[in-house]
């Protein structure tokens, strides 16, 4: 159902926006339907014990593949975020109460679709004292005593949030991403609730506190942004020592998110790849359908292996 005629709206905060128009996509950007075997039981489980997939809550494009593999991102601290970023299909609003039962379930999940690398997400939490910080290091640590799978995790920029970085970060994940999504030209539009430099600064600031953990960010393209600054935003990553790069289209969610500049090539992503190899990433994931947690378990394959060369 449409979200602009639900009584209860998906973004309540952007109904008062005019409609953008949402372009046809082109053929590279076009995905088959969700229908493996695989696909519904991966679904049935995360339903089984209740956990929020950002697959799922952001519309994914990949879900199908991913899930086929039994590959799920999950997404703690619940289902509604504090921020109401242009971009986003995740829902806004009053947030959920935390659950102080969503490690254990979640790692009963990891076991049973027998992941070897997990990815977690979350929402935004600005209603909480430190974002959500501890809750992410009780899920690290709840996997770490269940499994031995690898955790990479992909958190908001705890922005005011005194130590959260720090403690996060102290719980050991393999892989810390957080994504910087645009060039700072764009993020009073974009990402209005965030700031350029905040996000920059966590991503150094993981570095400082464990040198050991890789750090990952992601782009989002088609947004308005010019190559120009695409190649300055790789040179601040690779200044605060980010190791992987991911670089995806836009896909508008609905007609009352920010509207798609440009569909780019594939040709155009892959001068990204060139681009970025040139100033020093370890590894980067630049396609039309890349996301942060695409690929991931054959990604941190890579970065190991790029590690132990350099």
Sequence with gaps: ???????????????HRPDNPQPPKPDWIRVKAPNS??????????KGLKLNTVCQEAACPNIGECWKKKHATFMILGSVCTRACAFCNVATGKPDQLDPHEPDRLA?????????????????????????????????????????????????????????VEHVAAAKPDVFNHNLETVPRLYPTIRPGARYFTSLSLLKRVKEVNPTIFTKS???VGLGESKEEIAQVMDDLRAADVDFLTIGQYLQPT???????????????ESYVTLARAKGFLLVSSSPL????????????????????K
Excluded: N
């Design 108 to 164: 009963e999940a990891v076991g049973k679709l027998g992941l070897s690398h997990v990815v977690i997400t979350s929402v935004d939490r600005d209603d909480l004292p430190d974002g959500g910080a501890d809750h992410f290091a009780r899920v690290i640590r709840r996997l770490r005593e269940t499994s031995s799978c690898t955790i990479e995790i992909l958190t908001p920029d705890f922005m005011k949030k005194d130590g959260a």
């Design 1 to 15: 159902m449409d979200a602009t005629i639900t009584s209860k709206p998906r973004h309540p905060e952007k109904q």
């Design 290 to 309: 890349t996301r942060s947690s695409y690929h991931a378990d054959a990604d941190f394959a890579k970065l190991q292996a790029a590690r132990s060369q």
């Design 255 to 269: 007609p009352k998110h920010a509207a798609v500049d440009r569909f780019v090539t594939p040709e155009e992503f």
């Design 218 to 220: 992601g782009l989002m």
């Design 37 to 46: 075997p695989e696909f519904f039981s991966t679904q049935e489980l995360v």
